[in-house]
Structure formats: structure tokens, C-alpha cells
């Protein structure tokens, strides 16, 4: 066993020093991810960074797409035993103040991308629940996620070219979460006996006086298997930012509509509905802005794929048109979109920005999709 000194705080939750896990499990993962998005939806920032204790690996990447393109930079090598330190290569990510304020640093010229940017939050951390699917006898996912809306301030530079980012003009999420899903190379394991496929929803949406959220996971027939929604208050002065779940009001199981890109796998037009237990309704029409890869931070990327071994250290950069991909290639499936949504209250109508993040792999009857990889009618 391996002391570090995260050992000296009384945060153990098994029996074993902090360095090992309480699962061998090769897919447990620990991880930061973040986004940031201009109001009017003319560029977005995305940041990734995760620790795989039983690979030990830790990789990060920094992502940007604005006027149609989108450029990102890559780390991976070695996790330290010091949990405390999230760094790899040019990629950083401080905590100033635990759920208070995180910096994100970049840098990166040789490879085209420097950043140095502070995130603060508008709201608590907001525990969504947890993420349970189960695959025959395997776990594929079994995690818990936090997801906190807020602002950023800071720069980028983009190829020399500068990116201005303004607390009053950026909005975006943190989300924290850890436990088991499927990264690295995978162990050969008997064929499953069930289809693959996967349906996931998820939309954190910031409102002048509040935000809410909605995520769900569904199976190929449209059987819900994770959901949640929730309307989630402002911070005021001096209030908390962890343990005021209380404040949060909670929506049955978010209800959707989706129209399809033709031929892709891809929104054009959503509609969520979110019912309350006091017999309230709120239904909120999503139109997207802007499309970013989560590949650009490492999702279902072909060469930068979360928890790879790329030896003692390794980093790279890719750029591309977001007009010239290939919206059916797999690796292209996994996306956020900024959108402008919209819903209608008694005053008039509301306007809020926000995203929502797609994944859809394999049929999916209620929204018309009928093979694995094909493209709606």
C-alpha cells in the first residue's frame, strides 16, 4: 500500500489508503469536465480531465469551436499517486476553493491553444442521481455526477488569434462525477446476448433567475432506465454552495420531443416538458446555435480516447470544419449543441441559453430511428 498525503484528511471511505481504490475494477474513472458558451452562442470551450487509478492514467484536453471551426489540444500519461495534483503536460486545473472557483490553464502555443480562465458558480452543486446500467452481468456504468451552473472569465487564443471571455457574457456547467464506465481498452469478454445501443439525453439551461435541468438514459424501445429535472435557484450572498439540496425543487421524470436533422442523428428541434409535484408545467422549446464534438475533449475519440496508455507521456493536437464532418460516423454521434430555449409564463415568453448533449448509438423506436448507425428519415 501507498500513503500520499491526502491520508492526513479524514476522508477515507474504505479500509485502504487513498491511492487505491475501493474497486480493481480497470473502468473506475474520476473526472472534471466543464463547458463555457458565449450568450448568443458564437463560440464554445470545452475542458476534460480524468484520473484512472487502476490504469494509472491521467489525460485532459482543452477543446474550442467558433466561427465554424473547432480546435483541441491533448494530454495523457502517468496519474500521480497526489491525487491533488490535476495537472498533465500543458493542461491544469486548480481548485481556488472547493465548489467555489476553479482556474483552467493552457499552455500550449506549440500546439495552438493557450488559456488561462477562472469559473465561479451560480448556483449549489446539484447531485443528480445515480447512474446505474447493467449489461447482462456487467456494470457499464454505475456513477455518481454533481452538476453546478456558472460564469468564466479569462482568455484564449486560438492560432494567435485572442478569444475575450466575459463573466457577463459566458454562461456554463461543471460536472464532477466518478465511479465505473467504460474507458481504455476493454478486456475480451463473452459476446453479449442483448443489441448495444444507448440513448442519452442531458441539459443544463441557465435562466436570468434560475436554471434547471434535465437528463434521462433510455433503452432502444424507449424503456427509461436513469432520469431526472429539476429547477435549481440562484446563489444569493453568503449562501452555501454544497448541503442545500433542500432548495432545489424537483420534477417528475422530464417528458421530450425531438425532430431530427434529416439524415442524421442530430436535433433540430427539441421539446422538453417538466411536470412538478404541485401539478405545475413547464414545457421548454430548444433551437440550436452551434454544434461542438465532445470528441474534442476525448469522447468516443479514435486516437484520444479516455483512459488509453499512451506511455510515460504523450500529447497532440487536431483541428477541423465542423461543416466538413461526417455526421454519421460514429465518432461524430457524441455532441452538445447550444441552444436559445425558449417557454411561455404568464408575463410572456422567457429566454434562457443552455445545451443539450446527445449520444444515441443503436435504434431508437420513439424518436424513429431504426438501425445502429443510420441517419432519421
Known amino acids: 500500500m501507498t500513503i500520499t498525503p491526502l491520508d492526513d484528511y479524514p476522508l477515507h471511505q474504505v479500509p485502504l489508503p487513498v491511492a487505491h481504490m475501493g474497486t480493481s475494477d480497470p473502468n473506475h474513472y474520476d473526472r472534471y469536465w466543464f463547458n463555457g458558451y458565449d450568450i448568443d452562442g458564437e463560440w464554445y470551450i470545452g475542458v476534460a480531465m480524468g484520473v484512472y487509478p487502476n490504469r494509472g492514467v491521467i489525460d485532459a484536453a482543452f477543446s474550442v469551436v467558433r466561427d465554424g471551426t473547432q480546435a483541441s489540444v491533448f494530454a495523457s500519461g502517468r496519474a500521480p499517486l497526489d491525487r491533488r495534483e490535476t495537472k498533465i503536460g500543458p493542461i491544469s486545473i486548480e481548485v481556488i476553493e472547493p465548489l467555489r472557483a476553479n482556474r483552467i490553464r493552457v499552455d500550449a502555443d506549440h500546439l495552438g491553444i493557450t488559456a488561462d480562465l477562472v469559473w465561479e458558480p451560480r448556483t449549489i452543486a446539484h447531485e443528480e442521481p445515480r447512474q446505474t446500467l447493467v449489461r447482462g452481468q456487467q456494470a457499464m456504468l454505475d456513477s455518481t455526477r454533481f452538476t453546478q451552473w456558472g460564469t468564466w472569465e479569462g482568455n484564449v487564443a486560438v492560432n494567435g488569434v485572442p478569444l475575450e471571455v466575459r463573466r457577463d457574457r459566458c454562461r456554463g456547467t461543471k460536472d464532477r462525477s466518478w465511479g465505473i464506465r467504460p474507458v481504455g481498452d476493454q478486456v475480451t469478454t463473452a459476446p453479449s446476448t442483448t443489441a448495444p445501443g444507448i440513448f442519452f439525453l442531458w441539459s443544463p439551461v441557465h435562466w436570468e433567475d434560475r436554471c434547471t435541468h434535465a437528463m434521462l438514459f433510455e433503452g432502444p424501445d424507449g424503456s427509461r432506465l436513469v432520469a431526472s429535472a429539476a429547477s435549481v435557484p440562484l446563489l444569493g450572498e453568503g449562501d452555501p454552495v454544497y448541503g442545500a439540496e433542500h432548495t432545489v425543487t424537483h420534477a417528475y421524470e422530464p417528458l421530450y420531443k425531438l425532430r431530427w436533422r434529416s439524415g442524421?442523428?442530430?436535433?433540430?428541434?427539441?421539446?422538453?416538458?417538466?411536470?412538478?409535484?404541485?401539478?405545475?408545467?413547464?414545457?421548454?422549446?430548444?433551437?440550436?446555435?452551434?454544434?461542438?464534438?465532445?470528441?474534442?475533449?476525448?469522447?468516443?475519440?479514435?486516437?484520444?480516447?479516455?483512459?488509453?496508455?499512451?506511455?510515460?507521456?504523450?500529447?497532440?493536437?487536431?483541428?477541423?470544419?465542423?461543416?466538413?464532418?461526417?455526421?454519421?460516423?460514429?465518432?461524430?454521434?457524441?455532441?452538445?449543441?447550444?441552444?436559445?430555449?425558449?417557454?411561455?409564463?404568464?408575463?410572456?415568453?422567457?429566454?434562457?441559453?443552455?445545451?443539450?448533449?446527445?449520444?444515441?448509438?443503436?435504434?431508437?423506436?420513439?424518436?424513429?430511428?431504426?438501425d445502429f448507425m443510420g441517419g432519421a428519415p
Open 264 to 370: 442524421t442523428r442530430r436535433m433540430e428541434e427539441a421539446t422538453f416538458t417538466l411536470n412538478y409535484p404541485d401539478g405545475r408545467s413547464e414545457q421548454f422549446v430548444y433551437e440550436p446555435l452551434l454544434d461542438f464534438q465532445m470528441k474534442g475533449i476525448g469522447y468516443t475519440n479514435p486516437e484520444w480516447a479516455h483512459g488509453r496508455w499512451h506511455g510515460e507521456y504523450k500529447e497532440g493536437s487536431d483541428c477541423w470544419k465542423s461543416a466538413d464532418l461526417d455526421l454519421l460516423d460514429i465518432t461524430n454521434f457524441h455532441c452538445q449543441q447550444v441552444c436559445r430555449v425558449t417557454y411561455m409564463e404568464q408575463t410572456g415568453e422567457r429566454t434562457g441559453i443552455g445545451v443539450l448533449e446527445q449520444l444515441v448509438i443503436g435504434p431508437h423506436a420513439p424518436t424513429g430511428l431504426t
